[in-house]
């Protein structure tokens, strides 16, 4: 089936928007995604018609926002093919993260276990374990992955005392996709005992993805990337994991039972649920979900690998220009960070807004691997379903702009 | 100027103005001191903008200085804006400027005296209506500051 893009574009409001004058062109998705109407009303709708707490009122708005709310998990679960009580809501991917290291990696590692991720991660599957490498005093192992993911690299590092191989499913700098199903192949041949997580932030939103066939221990991905609201992340784990690990934060609905000298956890996932949880960003997320299973993940997916084709081979035709990631035989996702031989990324972007072109510029919350190509900061395009090749087009135009007021 | 189709855009070449183009193609006093009194590197790691300063200086009276680094046009150029105007200024006189500056940046009024004081800086007012940019027009300036009043 193929998609109508025109036809999707127009469920997204803000994509009618002008910005400086011009039709906007959002080539920033990697860093947040746009959203359709009817996730923007389902808030309004929670707000209007059933606000009220959940899982704790006999009342009907609270047994209303309760089953919608819970049916949004059931709607994640689906997507990934997990159980609904291995999701747990959270903030964002971040807070995923965070509830692994803290959870399960400091009662789980030890001194002389070691962590492998790559070079290639954001900041918050680097400094988390960062962090966690120096409270217990394991050893942090990093795969190169600058020219592609490649098997030998991860296979000279994996050991019998490898704990975890926490890693990006795709970059959000470099753009590769990770082979997460033979990566987990090798581990297991390897180390039965050795846990993955995968930081799937930039792949849920994009491409069909299956928990139980990769056979990975935890994924963490936000909901806002995915055309949900802000503030709502989910993590999953595998349930024998989660059973064994205790509560990230304390407080209400965690708990079962309560008495002045101590607490019985909730079951799962409210185990690590504390507190009033974002009731109309779970529910709203809900309502993305279906909204992307209608377009469907294949056609997502397609839809974006073949504007970033189109667009790497644009990217070929300037010749001050350079694409980080240049291993262009590699799988890769709708992201593409470039830098110029003299202009700075910022100029760059500020020439581009002024066309109502939306890009990143900066280090994309991975400072060491941008600077590892010699450069502080960089460039980004970043794809979802209802760009158009046309945007593409744009983009490049403004791009000879750049190369024409600066040099 | 180039041919750019951009060159109507008013705002944008308010704050891309031709001086601030020529200082950042052509930096000037980019050459390092032989051997600076006091040195010091700036960087706004958020943008990656760095700078490095370096200057000498004799009876409170600044004599010569050095300004290079890398990043954008707008901290670029403002570095070397800066390393063409306080050469032979005063700490105190280059405090006042620094002042001066900030007071541009920030939109407030000024008058035509300091105004003319300031000389070829007045170029990086059209950076005032970017507001992310802001802080790459006073990196240097306010890494001077912090030099001279050490």
Not at chain 1, 316 to 338: A, E, Y
Request: charged share 20%; proline share 3%; glycine share 6%.
């Amino acid at each position: 089936m193929s998609v109508n893009i025109d036809s999707v574009r127009k469920d997204f409001p803000i994509l009618g928007r002008s910005v400086n004058g011009k039709k906007l062109v959002y080539l920033d998705n990697a860093a947040t995604s746009q959203k359709p109407k009817i996730v923007i009303d389902s808030i309004t709708e929670y707000y209007t018609k059933y606000n009220s707490n959940v899982h704790r009122g006999v009342h009907t708005l609270s047994m209303e926002a309760t089953e919608a709310y819970e049916n949004a998990r059931f709607k994640v679960a689906k997507l990934i093919n997990a159980p609904e009580d291995c999701i747990i809501w959270t903030r964002n991917a971040t807070e995923s993260l965070n509830l692994v290291a803290s959870s399960w990696g400091l009662n789980n590692i030890s001194a002389e276990q070691n962590i492998i991720i790559t070079n290639a991660e954001h900041h918050s599957n680097l400094v988390t374990w960062q962090q966690i490498s120096k409270k217990t005093g394991c050893e942090l192992r990093y795969i190169d992955i600058s020219n592609g993911f490649e098997m030998s690299n991860l296979k000279n590092i994996l050991d019998k005392n490898t704990a975890l191989v926490s890693i990006t499913h795709i970059s959000n700098v470099l753009g590769y996709v990770t082979p997460i199903s033979d990566i987990v192949s090798l581990i297991k041949k390897m180390n039965l005992d050795t846990k993955i997580l995968v930081d799937a932030a930039q792949s849920v939103p994009h491409m069909p993805l299956d928990v139980n066939d990769l056979g990975i221990d935890f994924l963490a991905f936000s909901a806002h990337k995915m055309m949900g609201p802000t503030g709502i992340g989910v993590l999953y784990g595998k349930k024998e994991l989660l059973l064994n690990m205790e509560p990230y934060m304390f407080g209400g609905d965690m708990i079962i039972e309560v008495s002045y000298e101590g607490a019985k956890w909730n079951e799962l996932p409210y185990k690590f649920e504390a507190g009033t949880p974002n009731i109309a960003g779970g529910i709203s997320t809900g309502v993305a979900v279906d909204y992307l299973l209608n377009i469907g993940m294949e056609n997502i997916w397609k839809h974006e690998v073949d504007l970033t084709n189109y667009a790497l081979e644009k990217f070929s035709q300037f010749k001050n220009f350079t694409v980080l990631g240049n291993n262009l035989n590699h799988p890769r996702g709708g992201v593409i960070s470039f830098v110029h031989k003299s202009i700075h990324p910022h100029d760059i972007g500020t020439i581009l807004d002024k066309q109502g072109i939306a890009i990143r510029t900066g280090h994309h919350c991975a400072m060491p691997l941008v600077r590892s190509y010699g450069t502080s900061a960089a460039a980004r395009v970043s794809f979802y379903i209802y760009n158009t090749f046309n945007e593409v087009d744009l983009f490049f135009e403004a791009i000879k702009d750049v190369e024409d007021y600066f040099l | 100027m180039s041919m750019s189709r951009l060159s109507g855009v008013d705002d944008l070449n308010e704050m891309y103005e031709s001086i601030i183009l020529d200082h950042y193609r052509n930096p000037r006093n980019l050459k390092k001191l032989a051997s600076p009194d006091l040195e010091k590197d700036v960087n706004n790691p958020f943008c990656g903008d760095e700078l490095s300063i370096q200057l000498n200086i004799e009876n409170d009276v600044v004599t010569d200085l050095s300004v290079s680094g890398n990043g954008c046009a707008i901290s670029q150029s403002s570095g070397s804006l800066l390393a063409e105007s306080v050469i032979n200024l005063t700490k105190i006189q280059i405090l006042e400027l620094i002042v001066n500056v900030r007071k541009m940046m920030r939109g407030e009024d000024i008058s035509e005296e300091i105004r003319d004081s300031l000389g070829d800086i007045e170029a990086l007012e059209g950076v005032k209506k970017f507001p992310v940019r802001i802080k790459c027009a006073l990196l240097g300036w306010t890494g001077l500051e912090d030099l001279i009043q050490d």
